[in-house]
């Protein structure tokens, strides 16, 4: 899975221990999203996207799913 | 479930594994010295009482670690489990030949090694999420 989490979280400043405490989750695991190695949970998923008030679907996309979309 | 509480309920497994060594080296050297019984008992007793500390301070902390970090945990079971029955198999199997594996004769001196291949699983699946 895809997601802009790098780019939303630069757009406020915030660094990744910030994010971290706003998500009630350890800078390892936002790092790890953020690289695409850990995919979060539905519920931790639409944490961040409440955070960044944005809809779900256009912070985590499946890579797939995007080309296809765009062809 | 913050890093500062993940990182103080680490801290606190730490201290409760080297609590349960400290005591377990001191029953066996007490052991070994031939002393009363009911001094071998007492200290016997005792590191079972550590060891059970030590599984409350790893439930403790499971109860604060995160999402990934549990799924961490998780995967580290999922690859120590079998790897540790593998490791139990290969010393059946090595008695079993004839060949006396030095240090572990019986089932007592086995245990310890038991660890190993979770320490071994955690190194795995935090590596992945690096």
Same mark, same amino acid.
């Given at each position: 899975?895809?997601?802009?989490l790098r780019v939303l979280r630069a757009e406020r400043s915030w660094s990744q221990a910030e994010l971290a405490e706003r998500?009630h989750v350890s800078r390892q695991t936002v790092n790890a999203i953020e690289q695409e190695k850990y995919d979060p949970s539905?519920?931790?998923?639409?944490?961040?996207?409440?955070?960044?008030?944005?809809?779900?679907?256009?912070?985590?996309?499946?890579?797939?799913?995007?080309?296809?979309?765009?062809? | 479930?913050?890093?500062?509480?993940?990182?103080?309920?680490?801290?606190?497994?730490?201290?409760?594994?080297?609590?349960?060594?400290?005591?377990?080296?001191?029953?066996?050297?007490?052991?070994?010295?031939?002393?009363?019984?009911?001094?071998?008992?007492?200290?016997?007793?005792?590191?079972?009482?550590?060891?059970?500390?030590?599984?409350? /301070?790893?439930?403790? @902390? %499971? *109860?604060?670690?995160?999402? !990934?970090? &549990?799924?961490?945990?998780?995967?580290?079971?999922?690859?120590?489990y079998p790897a540790a029955i593998l490791l139990v198999f290969t010393l059946g199997v090595l008695e079993r030949a004839g060949?006396?594996?030095?240090?572990?004769?019986?089932?007592?001196?086995?245990?310890?090694?038991? /660890?190993?291949?979770? @320490? %071994? *699983?955690?190194?795995?699946? !935090?590596? &992945?999420?690096?």
């Amino acid at each position: 899975m895809k997601n802009h989490l790098r780019v939303l979280r630069a757009e406020r400043s915030w660094s990744q221990a910030e994010l971290a405490e706003r998500l009630h989750v350890s800078r390892q695991t936002v790092n790890a999203i953020e690289q695409e190695k850990y995919d979060p949970s539905l519920p931790l998923a639409f944490k961040v996207a409440r955070l960044f008030s944005r809809p779900i679907e256009t912070i985590f996309t499946v890579g797939e799913l995007e080309s296809k979309e765009e062809s | 479930m913050s890093s500062a509480a993940q990182r103080r309920s680490g801290t606190y497994v730490l201290a409760t594994a080297a609590l349960l060594m400290a005591v377990y080296v001191v029953f066996v050297l007490v052991v070994d010295r031939g002393e009363h019984v009911a001094l071998r008992v007492a200290l016997g007793m005792l590191a079972v009482a550590a060891f059970g500390l030590f599984i409350a /301070a790893e439930v403790r @902390m %499971l *109860g604060e670690l995160d999402e !990934m970090h &549990r799924r961490i945990q998780l995967e580290a079971l999922a690859i120590a489990y079998p790897a540790a029955i593998l490791l139990v198999f290969t010393l059946g199997v090595l008695e079993r030949a004839g060949i006396v594996v030095w240090g572990f004769q019986r089932l007592r001196d086995v245990w310890p090694l038991v /660890a190993l291949p979770y @320490m %071994l *699983g955690l190194a795995i699946a !935090m590596r &992945r999420y690096r």
